[in-house]
DNA sequence: CGCTGTAGTAATCAGTTGATTACAACTATT
DNA sequence: AATAGTTGTAATCAACTGATTACTACAGCG
């Protein structure tokens, strides 16, 4: 038997894959807020409650910690809209699948290090190392809605614009001033649909789900 | 008169007004690029041919350099559509109106430093500084696609929408893949719809118009 | 117990960065 | 021509940052 360290021991000594998960964690809480340039590897690790050096050592550099991160951030909306289609009964209007991705996604970026982490991507797209990553990343989520979810490239496209709707409103907070802004409200209101409340609702929690 | 100087001199020295957009300009590239952490006072200081010390000195510090860089990006686009407003005969439908501002749209963000610029303003929400300006000026655009060009809440939400979508394919750098990638292509395509080739036309030159 | 691999850190380093200061060069006014 | 204001820079600084190295501590295995 373990001798009891069970109760906010100062090390409690993770394996390689538990530490790199809490790594990520931190790491997308902070590129999310501070992208990737302003996100220091300092931060992840005060982020994470371990030192500096380990976090480099783990994943080599700086640039390789953001490309798995964001990698996971997309692959985490790809996972949530696939789990979705496989529930579609297949009599679905177009505008009935997208009411029900809309929820999905919804859900994924009330967690905001899957929403900033994908829009500062989305932003070096003229990097080589980022840039392919960045296409590869949300050509995969629009192959996805179109071919998987079944709607037709017109359809497609206006869900992900609608989409970028709802990340641009996020990032920029509107939700929170949203009782000052008469038209802050209507926009956000127009934008999410019937999910406005649930979004909302989500938005004010630490974290999603 | 003055003497001759015109040709290649060292030091044009130019007056404030014109240092100070020079600078602008300069900065618009090297943050568009670079995001705001990532964009150094020195890379600016080269690409304007001064100083890195002169910038700072000229706008007190690089986040009120930001600040005014993304302002005049905010302030273009908006000054794009009130004088393509101001042109309309009155009996457009909401779709014209859409197509002819969604040209105007296509022109602004040939600029790359408007484009990258407002969407790094915008992924800054959290910011005390910067998020309440990032509200404001998108909130502005929406008012002057809502009520100058006189769309309703649904139309003009619609259009933000598409151009966000637009934004993030071309910060992406969607076109330089539409060759190899038949899905970027389509998407890209039914996105900007009527002015696809104009847009692409654009995009290949240094800069726009 | 000794050995080996792994988790984790402290210390350090070279390069960078925003900002400040003191100073030089030019221009206009009187 | 002396004065004063403006344009612009070189030099410097303290703080920061990603990465490297050498080290410690612990766990499993024979």
């Known amino acids: ?58 994943f080599g550099s700086k640039e390789q910690l953001f490309v798995e991160v964001a990698k996971r951030a997309a692959d985490r909306v790809a996972a949530g809209f696939r789990s979705a289609i496989a529930e579609f009964a297949g009599n679905e209007t177009a505008h009935e699948k997208q009411a029900i991705l809309g929820k999905v996604y919804a859900d994924l970026v009330a967690d905001r290090g899957i929403l900033l982490v994908l829009m500062h991507l989305f932003t070096m797209g003229h990097d080589p190392t980022f840039g392919p990553n960045s296409r590869e990343c949300f050509l995969r989520i629009y192959r996805l809605v179109r071919d998987d979810a079944g709607m037709g490239p017109g359809e497609a496209t206006q869900f992900m614009a609608q989409g970028m709707l709802v990340n641009t409103l996020l990032a920029m907070r509107i939700p929170d001033v949203l009782d000052e802004q008469p038209d802050a409200a209507e926009l956000f209101d127009y934008c999410t649909g019937a999910q406005t409340d649930g979004i909302l609702e989500m938005y004010w929690r630490p974290n999603g789900a």
Do not use: C, W
Not at 6 to 32: G, K, T
Not at 34 to 52: E, F, L
């Open 1 to 58: 038997m373990n001798v009891a360290k069970d109760s906010a021991a100062p090390h409690p000594r993770l394996s390689n894959e538990d530490r790199r998960e809490q790594i990520m964690q931190a790491a997308s809480v902070v590129f999310a807020e501070r992208g990737y340039a302003g996100g220091t590897t300092d931060a992840v690790a005060k982020q994470a409650g371990i030192s500096q050096a380990y976090v480099v050592r783990m």
